[in-house]
């Protein structure tokens, strides 16, 4: 899940083609910019379109594309991984999964700072049980 807590007039919107797109992933992922793992170093970028469960939203299965999000903004993502501790302030990576972390090395790139985690959070309806708040690089 992706819970966008800023304006989304104060990030960008891409669309990507779902043919290259990183196995696994889900809403709150991030990935490259052409939907691949993101090589350490490179850019990731957060998948705003919508999936709940194994089932993405119909706008994915009608435009063969997923939304992408660019820019500075806050947000909590579940796609994180379970064992790392998020500390206020502190950088947060991508790993090669697509999900958030707090390790550097390997196939990591920083796409923000932590805000904090939430042991369990409710969503549209969802549980999730680790959720964590960050804010955009």
């Known amino acids: 899940m992706l819970e966008l ?3 989304i007039n104060l990030c960008s919107r891409f669309d990507i083609s779902d043919a290259t797109l990183l196995s696994g992933v ?6 490259s ?18 999936n709940r ?7 994915k299965g009608a435009s063969g594309q997923v939304t992408i999000l660019y820019g500075n903004y806050r947000a909590k993502t579940s796609e994180c991984v379970a064992g790392d ?3 206020a302030g502190k950088p947060v990576y991508v790993d ?15 796409v923000g700072y932590a805000i904090g985690e ?3 959070y409710s969503w549209l309806g ?4 680790k959720v964590v708040e960050f804010v955009s690089a």
């Open 126 to 129: 969802n549980s999730y049980a």
């Open 5 to 7: 807590l800023s304006d």
């Open 26 to 31: 889900a809403q709150g992922s991030f990935v």
């Open 96 to 110: 090669s999964d697509g999900k958030l972390t707090i390790t550097s090395t390997g196939n990591s790139a920083v």
């Open 85 to 87: 501790a998020y500390t």
């Open 118 to 120: 939430e042991a369990s």
């Open 53 to 59: 469960g194994s089932e993405w939203s119909s706008d």
């Open 33 to 50: 910019w052409d939907g691949g793992a993101p090589a350490s170093g490179e850019s990731a970028y957060a998948i705003w379109t919508e």
